[in-house]
């Protein structure tokens, strides 16, 4: 009888192991004997190994992408996709507007320098147009020094019989005034038949100021000495000149 069992035993190993090795696929044909293996027998593998990395993430929401971030790998056989486009500085430009302007009110561009509120720029000269020459204008006409004319003197009798009154009319047709001068009277001593026995000379100042193109009227009394003037003759200023400055 032990020999039977015994017999059975191998006949029932054998028929086991040829049912295994006569798998018919690749994975067909193992059959888990006992207790399986624990991480402390795991075998190293033999040949080149290949590591496929997971789908990534979708995108983030926020609308901000880093400046320093890169593409995933894609996973052999997969087709590639779009570029991605650079940032330019960690922020998105939403679609419709311009990223080289500035709306922002109340901000001023670089070179730029706003104006004070209330204030008015100062005006810019303007140039001629070509083609057109500007000539100087003429230089000022030098003043010309003063000049008097004197009227012919109007003569009146003095109170007394040896001065007479005199009046003269300076006009000055210069340029500048006559500031100060002397009038000097020539008066003759004339006898009772008529003689011009003497003349003499007087000087008294000059009515100035006068301006230019002014006119001024003096009267003078002009007298000489008493004894040259004897009871019968009188005196007669027939000329009048004037000096200036």
Request: with cysteine.
């Amino acid at each position: 009888m032990r020999r039977q069992k015994s017999l059975l035993t191998v006949v029932a190993l054998c028929l086991g192991g040829a049912l295994t090795a006569c798998g018919g696929g690749e994975d067909e044909g193992y059959a888990a004997v006992g207790a399986g293996s624990t991480p402390r027998d795991a075998v190293r593998p033999s040949g080149s190994v290949t590591l496929i990395p997971l789908d990534s993430p979708p995108p983030s929401a926020s609308g901000t992408t880093s400046s320093t971030s890169s593409p995933s790998p894609r996973p052999p056989g997969a087709a590639p996709g779009p570029t991605p486009a650079p940032s330019t500085g960690g922020t998105d430009t939403a679609p419709g507007t311009d990223a080289g302007t500035d709306t922002t009110p109340g901000t001023s561009h670089p070179g730029t320098t706003p104006a004070r509120p209330g204030t008015t720029p100062p005006p810019t000269a303007t140039a001629p147009p070509p083609g057109t020459t500007t000539s100087p204008p003429p230089p000022a006409t030098p003043a010309t020094p003063a000049t008097l004319t004197l009227s012919a003197p109007v003569l009146a009798d003095g109170d007394k019989r040896w001065c007479e009154r005199v009046t003269v009319t300076f006009r000055n047709t210069g340029g500048t005034a006559a500031t100060s001068g002397t009038v000097t009277f020539a008066t003759h001593i004339i006898g009772a038949l008529g003689v011009d026995w003497a003349t003499i000379e007087s000087a008294q100042p000059l009515p100035a100021p006068i301006a230019a193109g002014a006119a001024k009227t003096a009267t003078y009394t002009v007298c000489v000495d008493s004894w040259r003037v004897p009871l019968g003759m009188r005196v007669d200023t027939q000329k009048v000149t004037a000096t200036w400055k």
